[in-house]
């Protein structure tokens, strides 16, 4: 599997943006995968971001984002999104979208866990 993110870019606080990652699969191979996207600032760990299940029913946010964040997807185009409303210079980081297959009720938090990463899309908020 192969996932390409893109969207980032540079924007003021209160600014949007969205994040695309497209995944390089047939469509019902990419139902089979959970989702997430993670974010690394210079000098941090890997933090997660969000994660959506395989039909899209189950999200989760990390608090940092809940509200503000909101993961999707849409498995007839192999792709998930990150809506990223009200941003914040503390956003600015790189994004990463990640794939694990996964039984239909599995959840994963841990970026350990996933299989597949994209490329990573610069996001950066300023003041």
């Known amino acids: 599997v192969q996932l390409q993110a893109c969207g980032g870019g540079l924007v003021q606080a209160g600014d949007s943006l969205r994040l695309s990652c497209a995944a390089s699969?047939?469509?019902?191979?990419?139902?089979?995968?959970?989702m997430a996207w993670f974010r690394q600032a210079p000098g941090n760990e890997r933090d997660l971001v969000a994660t959506i299940s395989r039909s899209g029913t189950t999200t989760y946010h990390a608090e940092s984002v809940k509200g503000r964040f909101t993961i999707s997807r849409d498995n007839a185009k192999s792709t998930v999104y990150l809506q990223m409303d009200s941003l914040k210079p503390e956003d600015t980081a790189v994004y990463y979208c990640?794939?694990?297959?996964?039984?239909?009720?599995?959840?994963?938090?841990?970026?350990?866990?996933?299989?597949?990463w994209g490329q990573g899309t610069q996001v950066t908020v300023s003041s």
């Open positions: 699969v047939r469509t019902y191979t990419f139902s089979r995968y959970f």
């Open positions: 990640a794939a694990k297959p996964s039984i239909i009720t599995a959840t994963y938090y841990s970026w350990h866990d996933f299989d597949y």
